[in-house]
């Protein structure tokens, strides 16, 4: 998969992980079914130990009220694709 669709996916799951903003009263129900779909598609977006811990972290980060607003798959694309040092 090439590095800028995966920026377009991860741009989508991050907003879709905005949604409980949006959705007074069932957005802390949605958080509970997302969080841990987010962090699973997180580690198939990301092999390996990376991939692993930005899918806890993307889970955490999806189940702890407050946090949604992070963009959590955008900050995972930018550290492999702009800041990691291969």
Same mark, same amino acid.
């Given at each position: 998969?090439?590095?800028?669709? %995966?920026? +377009?996916?991860?741009? @989508? +799951?991050?907003? @879709?992980?905005?949604?409980?903003?949006?959705?007074?009263?069932?957005?802390?129900? !949605?958080?509970?079914?997302?969080?841990?779909?987010a962090?699973?598609?997180? =580690? %198939? +977006?990301y092999?390996?130990?990376?991939? %692993?811990?930005?899918?806890l972290?993307?889970?955490?980060?999806?189940?702890?009220?407050?946090?949604?607003?992070?963009? =959590?798959?955008? +900050?995972?694309?930018?550290?492999t694709?702009? !800041? %990691?040092?291969?």
């Amino acid at each position: 998969m090439s590095k800028y669709k %995966k920026l +377009l996916i991860g741009i @989508i +799951l991050d907003v @879709i992980g905005c949604i409980s903003y949006f959705l007074p009263g069932i957005g802390e129900f !949605f958080d509970v079914i997302w969080a841990p779909v987010a962090g699973w598609l997180m =580690t %198939k +977006l990301y092999k390996g130990k990376e991939g %692993k811990i930005a899918g806890l972290v993307a889970f955490v980060e999806e189940a702890v009220p407050g946090l949604d607003i992070i963009p =959590t798959f955008t +900050l995972m694309w930018l550290y492999t694709y702009v !800041f %990691k040092q291969n």
